[in-house]
Nanobody
């Protein structure tokens, strides 16, 4: 079992930055990959970004390219999502999730473990 705890959400203004954290605990190992998803009210869950446990490989969804950066701190078992130039359309609940497939994926159903989500609200 892997437990994920997402944090760092809040209310910001358009153009601001925010860093989300995803702390992993339990039976984590080097084969896990962590992804971030988001879900806005009335919309489907959307893939944001993913990273290998080592941090050597990253993968971004279209909405994140150029503005968001995913990174990892292995010593803290924590994955970060740095979000810059935030827009009102970035408003959503952000979730982190983990899977053990040997490839990146943006398919939510392939992720085994999910955190509880953290709300990001971007005002215009």
């Amino acid at each position: 079992q892997v437990q994920l705890q997402a944090s760092g959400g809040g209310l910001v203004q358009a153009g601001d930055s925010l860093r989300l954290s995803c702390a992993a605990s339990g039976r984590t190992d080097s084969t896990y990959r962590i992804g971030w998803f988001r879900q806005a009210p009335g919309k489907e869950r959307e893939f944001v970004a993913a990273i290998t446990n080592s941090g050597s490989s990253t993968f971004y969804g279209d909405s994140a390219k150029g503005r968001f950066t995913i990174s990892t701190d292995n010593a803290k078992n924590t994955v970060y999502l740095q979000m810059n130039s935030l827009k009102p359309e970035d408003t959503a609940v952000y979730y982190c999730a983990a899977h053990k497939n040997p490839f990146h994926t943006q398919v939510a159903e392939m992720y085994l473990y999910w955190g509880q989500g953290t709300l990001v609200t971007v005002s215009s």
